[in-house]
C-alpha cells in the first residue's frame, strides 16, 4: 500500500508540474532512491538518535515506520499510510531539489522548516483528494493567531502544519485555484536561496499576482475569522472524507472550510453562523464591559494577528438614538517604523456575520502621537450592526519585532 501511494503520488506530482524535480531525486542504492521500512521509533543513518515519528525523508532516503495506522482494506478511500506517509513524504524529496546545502539549510532556517510542512501537507489532497485528515493541526494555528505563522522548531511542527491552510489561501484565493503557486514559492526559493522562504513567497506574490504579504496577509486574517460560506468554498469531488485520525468520516459534500472547522477546538467548531473561527480579545458585549473601555489585547508576533471585537447585543438603546463607535487601536513604540514595516488595522462593521459576500477590511491609516502609532476611527449607526471587528496585523519581516503592544480605546456616543 506504501508503495501504491508513493506511485500515485509521484504521478500526480508530475502531472502538477514538478517531472523535472522528480528527476532530480538522488538514486544512492542501485539507481533508486531507497525507502526503508522500519519500526518506530525509526533509526537512521544519518541522525545519532531514534525519532518517534511515522516518516522521515532526507535527500537521499526515506524511512517509514511500518506501524503506523491505516486501513486494511485496499478499497477504504484514503488513510494515514497512504496520504501522510506517501504523498507528504514524496513532496518533501522534491522539496529538498530545490535546496543547496539542504541539511544544513534545514537546520539554519526556521521558514524553510515552516513551508516544507506547510506546503507538504497542503499537497496531501492533491493527492487523495478524500483526505480529510490533513488539516488535523489548523487548532494549533488558529487557536493562537496572535503568535507567529512562521513557527517550527527543530522539534514542534504542529503550527507548521497547521499552516497547510496559508497554502490553501494562495492558491484558492490569490491564484484563483491554481496550485501553481506553490511550485512558484519553491521555484523561486531555489533560484535565490539566500534571500530566504519568506522573500521568495513575497516574490511570487508582487511578480506573478499583483500583491504582496502587506495586502494578502491581512486578507488572509480576514477569511480566517468568517470561516463560513464564502471563505474556503471549493468542494472536492469525490464525497467521502475519511479522517483517519479519528478514525470516523466527515460528510459527503462538505467545502474546505468546513472540514476546516471540523478541526477547530469544540466550542468554535460548532457555530459556523454566529462565531468567529478565531479567537478574539472581548467580545464586548457584557453590561460590564460595555464603554467606555481600555484594554490591552494580546501581544502579535511578526506574521501574526489579534481579533478585537466590539458587539452591540447590550447596547439597550432608547427607540430612535443611534450610537456612534469611537475607537482607537494605539501600537505603543512604534512611530519610527516607515510606512511599508507598520502594522495593518482594519475595522469591518458586519450587519450580518453568515450573510455573503462578507464585508471587506477597511484599512486605517495611522498618525504618529509620539513614539506611538494611533489608528482612530468613528464607526456611525453602531447600532445597525451585529458587531465590528478590529483585525491587527503584524507582519514586520524581522523576528525581533515579536511581542509587539496593542492598544485599545472604545467609547459610545449616543445621539
Ligand atoms: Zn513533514
Redesign the pocket.
Known amino acids: 500500500m506504501l508503495a501504491e501511494s508513493l506511485e500515485q503520488s509521484y504521478i500526480t506530482y508530475e502531472q502538477m508540474g514538478y517531472g523535472a524535480h522528480l528527476n532530480e531525486i538522488p538514486k544512492t542504492v542501485n539507481e533508486r532512491y531507497p525507502v526503508y521500512i522500519s519500526t518506530q521509533p525509526i533509526w537512521t543513518n544519518v541522525l545519532p538518535f531514534a525519532q518517534h515519528t511515522g516518516g522521515i525523508?532526507f535527500p537521499d532516503q526515506m524511512y517509514i515506520a511500518r506501524d503506523q495506522p491505516y486501513f486494511p482494506d485496499p478499497n477504504a478511500p484514503i488513510d494515514w499510510l497512504r496520504s501522510q506517509l506517501g504523498a507528504?513524504?514524496l513532496y518533501?524529496t522534491i522539496q529538498w531539489t530545490y535546496i543547496s546545502n539542504p541539511i544544513g539549510t534545514w537546520l539554519t532556517s526556521e521558514e524553510l522548516r515552516w513551508w516544507?510542512?506547510a506546503t507538504?501537507?497542503w499537497a496531501q489532497p492533491h493527492v487523495y483528494d478524500q483526505d480529510g485528515q490533513y488539516p488535523k493541526f489548523s487548532d494549533y494555528l488558529l487557536s493562537n493567531p496572535h503568535l507567529s505563522m512562521v513557527q517550527r522548531s527543530l522539534s514542534e511542527?504542529t503550527r507548521a502544519y497547521g499552516s497547510f491552510i496559508f497554502a490553501t489561501f494562495l492558491e484558492e484565493q490569490i491564484a484563483n485555484g491554481n496550485h501553481v503557486v506553490i511550485q512558484q514559492t519553491w521555484e523561486r526559493y531555489g533560484t535565490n536561496p539566500n534571500a530566504g522562504m519568506l522573500t521568495a513567497i513575497e516574490n511570487v506574490l508582487v511578480q506573478n499576482y499583483n500583491t504582496s504579504f502587506r495586502d494578502a496577509f491581512p486578507e488572509f486574517a480576514r477569511l480566517n475569522y468568517f470561516m463560513n460560506q464564502g471563505t474556503y468554498d471549493f468542494v472536492p469531488p469525490n464525497g467521502v472524507y475519511t479522517d483517519t485520525r479519528n478514525l470516523g468520516s466527515l460528510q459527503n459534500n462538505w467545502p474546505l472550510w468546513r472540514i476546516f472547522r471540523e478541526k477547530l477546538a469544540p466550542d468554535i467548531r460548532d457555530h459556523p453562523n454566529d462565531t468567529a473561527a478565531v479567537p478574539v480579545e472581548g467580545p464586548i458585549n457584557e453590561p460590564a464591559n460595555l464603554f467606555p473601555i481600555q484594554a490591552e489585547a494580546t501581544a502579535i508576533d511578526h506574521l501574526g494577528v489579534t481579533y478585537i471585537e466590539f458587539r452591540t447585543s447590550n447596547l439597550n438603546l432608547q427607540p430612535g438614538a443611534s450610537a456612534d463607535l469611537e475607537l482607537t487601536i494605539t501600537i505603543p513604540e512604534r512611530a519610527g517604523l516607515v510606512s511599508l514595516h507598520r502594522p495593518r488595522v482594519s475595522v469591518i462593521s458586519i450587519q450580518d456575520f453568515d450573510g455573503v459576500p462578507h464585508p471587506g477590511n477597511q484599512f486605517i491609516q495611522p498618525q504618529t502621537n509620539g513614539a506611538d502609532l494611533e489608528y482612530t476611527t468613528i464607526i456611525q449607526n453602531f447600532q445597525r450592526n451585529n458587531r465590528v471587528v478590529v483585525i491587527v496585523s503584524n507582519f514586520l519581516p524581522v523576528a525581533n519585532f515579536d511581542g509587539m503592544d496593542v492598544h485599545y480605546r472604545a467609547a459610545i456616543n449616543i445621539h
Do not use: C, L
Open positions: 525523508t507528504h513524504e518533501h516544507m510542512e507538504a501537507e511542527g
